[in-house]
């Protein structure tokens, strides 16, 4: 599912999305404020209504395809402020493992590690992107996506 070559191409993704399931699309406004984290949204709401991108002309590189034919896709994006907040559990150490909780996140049930420091992460400009076949956004973030097929259980350090 190549194809996308701007950030138009994602906010088209947005809207679509929009149509389809207007709660789910306005989790993903942002800033993001769980796991990987933003200082600024990606997506704001135009005079029309509808979301638009802050950065519209900006290029994305096609990285391959994700869980279920999402297709996956990158852009710098240095703007948003991103801090890298999510990691392979298998990564944590013992006394961040002691600390992993579960709550109710906005879309499912998420691991995180209670009492994190969170101006210890690490920022990031990069932006991943995932497309599902019907060209709805399905999500975005700051840094490169996980991937459970490899065994990649994320969890969130905020």
Do not use: C
């Amino acid at each position: 599912m190549k194809g996308f070559t701007t950030l138009k191409d994602v906010e088209r993704a947005m809207r679509a999305l929009w149509r389809e399931d207007p709660e789910y699309a306005r989790t993903l406004l942002g800033p993001r404020t769980r796991g990987s984290t933003t200082e600024r949204a990606l997506f704001e709401l135009g005079h029309d209504g509808w979301p638009t991108l802050q950065v519209r002309d900006r290029e994305i590189a096609y990285v391959g395809e994700g869980q279920r034919g999402a297709a996956i896709y990158t852009a710098q994006i240095p703007e948003l402020g991103g801090r890298l907040g999510a990691v392979p559990l298998a990564d944590l150490g013992d006394d961040q493992l002691e600390r992993v909780r579960v709550r109710r996140g906005p879309h499912a049930l998420e691991l995180y590690v209670e009492g994190v420091d969170t101006s210890t992460l690490p920022p990031t400009d990069l932006v991943t992107f995932v497309v599902g076949q019907d060209y709805t956004l399905w999500t975005w973030h700051p840094g490169l996506p996980l991937n459970p097929l490899d065994g990649e259980v994320a969890v969130k350090l905020t």
